[in-house]
């Protein structure tokens, strides 16, 4: 039996029934930017993550953009991003301005290492951080860092890409942050029809401004207080969006118990895998094996002559990445973030993934997997 590496049919028995009632309704009351849906949308973020103020806008790496811009950063500042990351992460900084100064992670969580991050600050001095929470968990020094960057007067954006549905402490993870962003790219815990993200902010100053910059600047129809752009959130993608909270902790359930059987099972099998540091619930975003980078081409090869997809989440670090010439200051630390993505590979999990496939995928993986 084949199993995808992630597959977004998994419909709840109901939902392309609501889904194409909601299609009708939006294409009839032509709400095909921002209006309802959205609005809506920014309301049920909020009381879900913790109260912040919550701004809607078009992809994730917008969100970022928006979130530094929002801050204040921009042309001749540094800001500190992890090695470990989605491109996106470098990208946003390079987009406004600024230099990017690369922290390798910390080998047990796999996220930021605070100590090499403290470095990073004082050598450097940056105006901002991006703190990723990465692989559907974060660092076990999460407190550390707010606390840190508070005192040192430094914006902490905390990337939540893969992170909503995830507690720490007992509290969503994004509760008490500075700044924090959200990716709606379909493939996510929640994702939406197309591209779409979000923005959380503390203060509402701030979400204002954040606003204003992705809608043009606006301070009214035309009047433009800001130089911005559009990144405005459509009505199908709020919807669809609206429509995925509404089954949200069923679709938790079902990834966080697949990625607990996962960790049990492959424990047994003698095969590494990495989980969320004390404190944390997870969401179930991904699996997380790490193998012998010897040994990993052969593990890919017989799953996939068993039709087993797999991912490699990521499998290069920022700071070796070509498009990092000329905005690199520096990268902090040694190869952690290296021998994270030659060791890295995922096996399928997504909402609804039944036990049958899970041991599909199990029975696939060559006996004596090596262990990272």
């Known amino acids: 039996m084949a199993v995808p590496f992630i597959d977004l049919r998994r419909f709840e028995p109901d939902f392309l029934d609501r889904w194409a009632e909601t299609c009708r309704e939006i294409s009839a009351a032509t709400q095909f930017v921002g209006g309802p849906q959205v609005a ?33 950063v921009g042309e001749g500042d540094t800001v500190v991003i992890p090695d470990a990351t989605f491109w996106a992460t470098f990208e946003a900084v390079v987009n406004v301005g600024a230099r990017v100064v690369t922290v390798d992670i910390d080998s047990t969580d796999l996220q930021m290492d605070f ?14 951080a991006i703190l990723v929470h990465l692989y559907g968990w974060g660092s076990a020094r999460l407190g550390d ?11 902490l954006v905390e990337d939540g890409a893969q992170a909503l549905g995830v507690a720490w402490q007992g509290e969503p993870i994004y509760q008490g942050a500075q700044l924090a962003t959200l990716s709606f790219y379909p493939a996510k815990v929640l994702g939406a029809c197309g591209d779409a993200g979000a923005v959380l902010a503390r203060d509402e100053e701030t979400a204002t401004r954040l606003r204003q910059l992705g809608n043009h600047g606006r301070t009214g129809h035309y009047a433009h207080g800001l130089v911005g752009w559009n990144s405005r959130m459509g009505g199908f993608d709020a919807a669809y969006l609206n429509l995925g909270l509404d089954y949200l902790e069923p679709r938790l ?70 498009g990092a010439d000329g905005y690199l200051v520096e990268a902090v630390g040694g190869e952690r973030a290296d021998i994270l993505a030659r060791s890295v590979l995922n096996l399928p999990l997504f909402a609804y993934i039944t036990d049958v496939e899970i041991e599909e995928v199990l029975a696939a993986l060559p006996a004596g997997g090596a262990e990272g």
Do not use: W
Not at 115 to 128: I, N, Q, T, Y
């Open 40 to 72: 809506r949308l920014e309301e049920r973020l909020s009381a879900a993550l913790g109260g912040a103020h919550t701004v809607a806008c078009a992809n994730g790496t917008d969100a970022l953009q928006l979130a530094l811009r929002a801050a204040g």
């Open 115 to 128: 100590d090499l991050f403290r470095e990073a600050v004082g050598r450097h001095r940056p105006k901002a």
């Open 145 to 155: 860092f707010r606390a840190f960057c508070a005192a040192e007067d430094i914006v």
């Open 253 to 322: 359930a079902s990834r966080r118990r697949a990625a607990a059987i996962y960790r049990q099972r492959l424990g047994e099998m003698g095969v590494f895998t990495v989980g969320p540091p004390a404190g944390y619930e997870e969401n179930g975003y991904l699996n997380v094996t790490l193998q012998d980078p010897a040994a990993r081409p052969a593990i890919e090869a017989a799953l996939q002559d068993k039709g087993i997809g797999f991912g490699k989440v990521y499998p290069g670090a920022m700071s070796t990445q070509p």
